[in-house]
T-cell receptor
Framework: EPEVTQTPSHQVTQMGQEVILRCVPI?????FYWYRQILGQKVEFLVS????????KSEIFDDQFSVERPDGSNFTLKIRSTKLEDSAMYFC???????????FGSGTQLSVL | EDQVTQSPEALRLQEGESSSLNCSYT??????LFWYRQDPGKGPEFLFT???AGEEKEKERLKATLTKKESFLHITAPKPEDSATYLC??????????FGQGTELSVKP
């Protein structure tokens, strides 16, 4: 069964460093998303991406965040200068349509020290 | 403001003891209500989509129902392997999938 894959599964970084989280969405999906989940809290929307541009973003997704689809298969989330409060599990997701079910990856646990 | 509230926060059942989880939502223009299952350290796994009041979906021991203001996830004769966090989510008009905080279900043998 097709699945969304994310790498790395764990990332430890120092505050102020840049990190790139990587995702390979399901191949025939057109919509791509990043969500995050701080330990013990809700799954929160960060950004949606369609047709090579951001279609929606949350207030969390400020200038420190960016997304890119560098080729036909990868979808990345970059955090330019990490903060302690960026520590969370980051989930990539994809779907066939804008209001369709999302398929989630297993997540990248980001720890900012 | 668009909002999803789930109750209870945690539910402990004995194997075979049926129960229901609740999801109340406030959203302008419902475009779908989704139930997901999340195991520790994993991403949410899709269970059901419901689009209109009165709709019901079933899968094994799970049954999801929808009214104009809430959804229920009924669990019939649960087994220990049903232990997980169950998440409810709705699309708002902006196209964001908004999640509730989840119900952590524990089923003891």
């Amino acid at each position: 069964e097709p699945e969304v894959t994310q790498t790395p599964s764990h990332q430890v970084t120092q505050m102020g460093q840049e990190v790139i989280l990587r995702c390979v969405p399901i191949s025939n999906h057109l919509y791509f998303y990043w969500y995050r989940q701080i330990l013990g809290q809700k799954v929160e929307f960060l950004v949606s991406f369609y047709n090579n541009e951001i279609s929606e973003k949350s207030e969390i997704f400020d200038d420190q965040f960016s997304v890119e689809r560098p080729d036909g298969s990868n979808f990345t989330l970059k955090i330019r200068s990490t903060k302690l409060e960026d520590s969370a599990m980051y989930f990539c997701a994809s779907s066939t349509g804008g209001n369709e079910k999302l398929f989630f990856g297993s997540g990248t646990q980001l720890s900012v020290l | 403001e668009d909002q999803v509230t789930q109750s209870p926060e945690a539910l402990r059942l004995q194997e075979g003891e049926s129960s229901s989880l609740n999801c109340s939502y406030t959203v302008s223009g419902l475009r779908g209500l989704f139930w997901y299952r999340q195991d520790p350290g994993k991403g949410p796994e899709f269970l059901f989509t419901l689009y209109s009041a009165g709709e019901e979906k079933e899968k094994e021991r799970l049954k999801a129902t929808l009214t104009k203001k809430e959804s229920f996830l009924h669990i019939t004769a649960p087994k220990p392997e049903d232990s997980a966090t169950y998440l409810c989510a709705v699309y708002n008009q902006g196209g964001k999938l908004i999640f509730g905080q989840g119900t952590e279900l524990s089923v003891k043998p």
